[in-house]
């Protein structure tokens, strides 16, 4: 009788710290890991989030940039790191939804190593060019590289990162070829575009919004069905003459796998709740991201979704498995 009373009060006493996990979180700074460089979209949205997160809980957020080889470098790292709740990940459709079906052998497993807590944003990518390049619209590109096939430069953010999808597709659907150039993060990127390095980017709208307003690049489509409230005046692919062209860049916030559920539970309602101020909400349409926020479930759902989408075009357009 008493060993069966001290094996009582020994569940009650788990399921007592399991409840109350979530009263004390956080009690000690939060990281956030980008995998990707500083000023992409990546890095905005985490940043956003992580500050108002500050501001509600009071402890310090941190963003943590650790770049390279399209995510998986930051999304390992993170994958490994302690299940608490003090280090989160801002992902992206690279590494969990791309390179799944891209690379042979990924140092985590996109589904079994994290735990959702939101779909934070989706986002277009945008078509821009250099402004010396003698093209104004996606008719006159894609005369433009039927001429000169082989000789155009692209820069993505990474080697199976959207922007590198988006343009694969549009090569596909547009029977052209260019050279793919692959960088660690949007800010090379847009500074060889605009330094004439390189002659054109397929990559996320928010990083680039301020340099399409200042005339620094031209933008000629955006990847969506619809056209963005950001910049109404850019028309989707599919106006532009490529038709069926549709690819969405998103983003959202995990913890490795086996993090309290209620810690992630917690996370998730917050996030939900920033993404819905006015303030971040206006912040985040102006530079050309859609505030989503959704369920652990649901966000579990979309990535085991985008793996299988996004197997179907690599196969598609034949690229290359590294």
Do not use: C
Request: glycine share 8%; no cysteine.
């Amino acid at each position: 009788m008493k060993r069966s009373v001290n094996f009582a009060w020994g569940l009650y006493a788990i399921a007592a710290v399991t409840a109350n996990a979530a009263d004390v979180y956080p009690a000690k700074p939060i990281r956030i890991v980008v995998a990707y460089t500083p000023a992409g979209t990546t890095d905005i949205l985490a940043r956003a989030i992580g500050q108002k997160l500050t501001e509600a809980w009071g402890q310090p957020v941190i963003v943590d940039n650790r770049p390279g080889a399209n995510g998986n470098i930051g999304t390992e790292y993170a994958a490994k790191a302690t299940p608490d709740g003090y280090t989160l990940l801002m992902t992206t459709a690279a590494p969990h939804g791309v390179n799944p079906g891209l690379y042979r052998k990924l140092g985590f497993d996109a589904v079994k190593d994290f735990a959702g807590i939101s779909l934070v944003a989706t986002v277009p990518n945008v078509l821009v060019v250099n402004n010396n390049m003698p093209v104004k619209d996606v008719k006159e590109l894609i005369a433009y590289l039927r001429a000169n096939p082989g000789k155009v430069n692209f820069g993505s953010p990474g080697y199976g990162s959207t922007g590198h999808m988006s343009t694969e597709l549009f090569m596909s659907m547009a029977g052209v070829k260019m050279n793919h150039v692959p960088y660690k993060g949007d800010a090379g990127v847009l500074a060889d575009v605009m330094a004439g390095q390189i002659s054109l980017s397929f990559s996320n709208m928010p990083a680039y919004t301020p340099q399409i307003k200042a005339g620094r690049v031209r933008a000629l489509a955006v990847s969506t069905s619809k056209r963005s409230p950001a910049a109404a005046e850019i028309p989707t692919m599919a106006e532009a003459g490529v038709q069926g062209y549709v690819a969405v860049a998103w983003f959202g916030l995990l913890a490795p796998a086996n993090t309290p559920r209620d810690i992630v539970n917690k996370l998730s309602a917050e996030t939900a709740r920033i993404l819905k101020m006015p303030d971040v909400h206006s912040r985040l349409s102006d530079l050309g991201a859609e505030p989503v926020g959704s369920t652990p479930a649901e966000f579990d759902a979309h990535i085991k979704a985008e793996i299988v989408k996004w197997a179907k075009v690599i196969k598609d357009a034949n690229v290359e498995l590294q």
